[in-house]
């Protein structure tokens, strides 16, 4: 018998279908500033790979915020995943964003 999982919304249409393999959240970086650099290793089992996303938890009074995705490269390697400040001039100002990364 198949398994997995599937979400759908009031309407009924699907909205998710993870049918080979389920996500686990590894870690959570927070930004509140901009920084250089950084790195987190994650353990990874046989076939699997890490995922991220970020996401803003500015609140609606939060001004002059610097946004995380353009100032960084990303990189993903084997079981790191690290970044890396595009514009040096940048470090220390204000950004409010979740590095959210894990295995699937």
């Known amino acids: 018998m198949p398994a997995g999982l599937q979400v759908f919304n009031k309407k009924g249409v699907q909205i998710v279908s993870l049918t080979d ?17 950084g790195s ?17 938890y500015a609140g609606d009074n939060d001004d002059h915020l610097y946004e995380f995705g353009p100032n960084y490269n990303i990189v993903v390697e084997g079981g790191k995943i690290s970044w ?10 204000p950004c409010k964003v979740a590095l959210i990364y894990g295995v699937m």
Do not use: C, M
């Open 21 to 37: 393999r389920l996500t686990k959240v590894s870690g959570v970086k927070r930004f509140d500033v901009i920084e250089e650099s």
């Open 40 to 56: 987190a290793t994650v353990e990874l089992s046989k076939d699997q790979h890490i995922w991220y996303y970020l996401n803003s």
């Open 84 to 93: 890396n400040l595009k514009a040096p001039n940048n470090v220390n100002k």
